[in-house]
């Protein structure tokens, strides 16, 4: 059974502040690591990461995944309370029937003050 | 604007009513998933479906869940009966993966279930 787990649970900061959060995962067949970001409702996409020490960037958002330590991290740098959410890690299978087969973590709940 | 549709977003019912979720999915997009997300569990993978198809749906209770895809742009997630144990957010995504393609799965607003 793939399995995705992500740290911290929660995290509380104020504004200026650099976070780095945390996912690492077991999956059968390894495609992608996805990351989302969940305000009020519905997940919406941040980053994909297939390959290893490849970092993605997205202002002050960036990401970068570790195939050999199965794990990715997520920093947000200068944080501001517009980012605080629940910050969600999925990975993607390949390959056969069950390709695509996307499977959540838990949720890191980010919280920044002003 | 291309977006997946829930319905209902909030639904409130009494214990063993049967409850019925529905989800329209992005036109063309092949592949649909139904997720519950609590605060204890997080988002849980309940089942998907490609090309109508069920792939897997092992993360549902299956003598009280189950879920179709009658035609391409229609998914239903049913519960019957309904515990207090079911009241969550119930998600229906959608997405296209494939080779070369990121697997950017959509996903709608939700249903927010509260069984009392």
């Known amino acids: 059974e793939d399995k995705v787990v992500q740290s911290p649970l929660s995290l509380v900061v104020h504004e200026g502040d650099t976070v780095t959060l945390n996912c690492s995962y077991e999956?059968?067949?390894?495609?992608?690591l996805l990351w989302y970001k969940q305000e009020k409702k519905a997940p919406t996409f941040l980053f994909m990461l297939t390959s290893s020490g490849i970092e993605k960037k997205s202002g002050r958002l960036s990401s970068i995944l570790d195939k050999k330590e199965l794990s990715s991290i997520l920093n947000i740098t200068a944080t501001q309370t517009g980012d605080s959410a629940i910050y969600l890690c999925a990975v993607e299978r390949a390959g056969g029937t069950s390709y695509g087969k996307l499977t959540f973590g838990q949720g890191t709940i980010l919280t920044v003050h002003p | 604007d291309a977006r997946v549709t829930q319905t209902p977003r909030h639904k409130v019912t009494e214990m063993g009513q049967e409850v019925t979720m529905r989800c329209q999915p992005i036109?063309?997009?092949?592949?649909v998933f139904w997720y519950r997300q609590t605060m204890m569990q997080g988002l849980e993978l309940l089942a998907y479906?490609?090309?109508?198809?069920?792939?897997?749906d092992s993360g549902m209770p299956k003598d009280r869940f189950s879920a179709e895809m009658p035609d391409a742009t229609l998914a239903t997630l049913k519960i019957q009966p309904s515990e207090p144990r079911d009241s969550a957010v119930y998600f229906c995504a959608s997405a296209t993966p494939g080779q070369g393609v990121i697997t950017e799965a959509f996903f709608g607003q939700g249903t927010r279930l509260t069984v009392v």
């Open positions: 999956v059968t067949n390894f495609r992608s």
């Open positions: 036109l063309g997009h092949n592949t």
């Open positions: 479906f490609r090309n109508r198809a069920p792939l897997d």
